[in-house]
């Protein structure tokens, strides 16, 4: 965290106050929503095959337990080997791009275009080509994520102030040099920015490839839970995505803390 | 002296048509200088004309009104921008070749330090492009050296983020200074910090100067600034860009912050007040 920072700071108050101001309130709200969610279910005797009361997603969620742990190892894999494939491919084509100037004309409009594919759209064709495996989901995770990953990283890398790159062509540095030494890290905490989303996204385009064609993995357990009718299912199903999708932002967050700790931050409200 | 050992660092020979243009005495100089931007319908004239000598050793001031081209001058002296007509000299040497001898330092408004590096290693950055032979601790030393200089040498290991306007904008000047540049050409470098700091900045400047011996070129819309620290300055005009007006300032040094009161202070700043009124003129462009 920057000395200059202008809220306090976790270091200056005690562990006990830290605990009540950011912990507290989330925690109080999610167990009134819970309480109130499982009261209404109740009082209006809502089928569970609409929505499911809490106490009925957590008993399929330990019903089920051994299946839909599984279920999270397979995802979390193609999640994993999904954003670390996408976040080195954006950040190629992004050096690519700013290094060699006839490339970047040539690519950019092309990246921008295929943009604004659907990338859902592919799925299935994905499948068709590489089959049920692994390979398809990385794909598409790839085709979802990498933008992200390129642009943020290209805005960092042109927003390097003009008078820094005078400067350092008065000493005769070398375009190589002004990227390496300048550009690449200074375009780091945007790097980090676009990983965060992309990170978001690779959970996304796990699901979706799931739901596209899979024989494991938490998007084949809501789709086979919902043809079951077992609604319960689903939702603890949704319920484990959303820890992954937590807990892959978080690393990536992490990741930056360790990364860019001169960076400017966000006070984490 | 700084002529004499930038010729020795170099072995090639300097230009003698370029040389020639130069008086003796003179570290830099511009002799007809114009600068168009644009074509047809859309040129435009920012600098018309300009000679200019800055004797070695000197301390000159430009100033002028937004749009005046100064900045331009600067950069046209520093060798970023080519002018359309007309010859500058730096040491000998075309300015572009003079930057790449290691002959100018430049100091910007904004500091421009790299977050991710403390203050020793911003200060030895541009040595270590210009010198790639240098090792670590070599270049560690020449920045501590040029911070303890600059009077932060306590600070070598901060972050930018940790230090205040004034104390990055010294790691600017400690950056070029590390150099060992002939000139130090600044650009507005003091434009963006509060009054206080600016007056200490232009002291510490002072001090430097007399310390180094380096020839400065200042730009500057601060009459006070101009007045203080410099020994000649040149005044110029809007459309297009060119100087009015040359005044010498034959107060002694070494200056201190007290001398806005001497009376001379005050008839130069209300000399220089009145022919910058002049300056927003448009002239006639020759």
């Known amino acids: ?269 | 002296m700084a002529l004499a050992a930038a010729r020795a660092r170099n072995d090639v020979p300097t230009l003698q048509a370029v040389a020639s243009v130069a008086a003796a005495s003179d570290l830099i100089s511009a002799r007809g200088v114009s600068v168009t931007m644009g074509s047809g319908r859309h040129r435009q004239v920012i600098l018309d004309n300009i000679d200019l000598s800055v004797p070695e050793g000197s301390f000159v001031s430009l100033i002028g009104p937004s749009g005046c081209g100064k900045s331009t001058l600067l950069k046209v002296l520093a060798g970023l921008v080519e002018p359309s007509t007309g010859r500058v000299s730096v040491a000998g040497h075309a300015p572009a070749d003079a930057a790449r001898r290691r002959m100018i330092g430049l100091v910007f408004q904004d500091a421009n330090l790299l977050p991710w590096k403390n203050a020793v290693d911003n200060a030895s950055m541009l040595l270590s492009i210009a010198d790639p032979t240098l090792s670590k601790a070599a270049l560690r030393e020449r920045g501590q050296a040029m911070l303890d200089l600059v009077g932060l040498g306590d600070a070598a290991h901060k972050m930018p983020n940790e230090l205040s306007g004034g104390m990055r904008q010294r790691v600017s000047i400690a950056r070029s200074l590390a150099l060992d540049p002939a000139v130090l050409l600044m650009d507005e470098p003091f434009g963006a910090l509060d009054a206080i700091t600016r007056d200490t900045m232009g002291q510490s400047l002072l001090e430097i100067w007399e310390r180094t011996g380096k020839t400065i070129v200042l730009v500057t819309h601060s009459i006070d600034e101009a007045v203080h620290l410099s020994k000649q300055v040149h005044v110029l005009g809007i459309k297009p860009g060119r100087i009015i007006e040359t005044l010498d300032v034959p107060l002694p040094y070494p200056r201190e912050v007290s001398i806005v009161e001497h009376p001379d202070f005050i008839r130069l700043h209300n000399g220089l007040r009145a022919l910058l009124r002049d300056s927003h003129r448009p002239g006639q462009p020759s």
């Open chain 1, 1 to 269: 965290m920057s000395v200059q920072s202008s809220s306090v700071t976790p270091r200056e108050m005690p562990a006990w106050r830290f605990v009540t101001d950011r912990w507290l309130p989330p925690v109080i709200l999610s167990v009134i929503t819970l309480l109130a969610w499982e009261a209404v279910v109740r009082i209006f005797a809502i089928s569970p095959f609409i929505v499911p009361a809490p106490s009925a997603v957590a008993e399929a969620l330990a019903a089920n337990w051994g299946t839909l742990l599984q279920a999270s190892i397979v995802t979390a894999e193609e999640i994993l080997l999904g954003f670390v494939v996408s976040v080195v491919a954006g950040v190629a084509l992004a050096l690519l791009i700013v290094r060699f100037d006839w490339l970047g004309r040539a690519l950019y409009p092309l990246v921008v275009l295929f943009q604004n594919v659907p990338k859902v759209a592919l799925a299935p064709i994905f499948i068709l080509w590489f089959g049920y495996g692994l390979a398809p989901k990385i794909i598409l995770i790839l085709v979802i994520a990498f933008f992200p990953v390129t642009l943020s990283m290209l805005a960092g890398m042109e927003s390097v102030d003009r008078s820094l790159v005078s400067l350092m062509n008065s000493v005769g540095a070398s375009r190589s040099q002004i990227l390496l030494r300048i550009r690449v890290p200074h375009s780091l905490p945007n790097l980090m920015a676009g990983m965060k989303i992309a990170a978001t996204l690779s959970v996304i385009g796990a699901i979706v490839g799931e739901f596209a064609g899979a024989s494991d993995g938490l998007g084949y357990a809501i789709q086979f839970a919902s043809t079951q009718l077992d609604t319960p299912l689903v939702f603890a199903a949704l319920l484990l995505v959303s820890v992954l999708g937590i807990v892959f932002y978080y690393a990536a967050e992490l990741l930056e803390r360790l990364v860019v700790p001169w960076a400017p931050k966000f006070s984490g409200r």
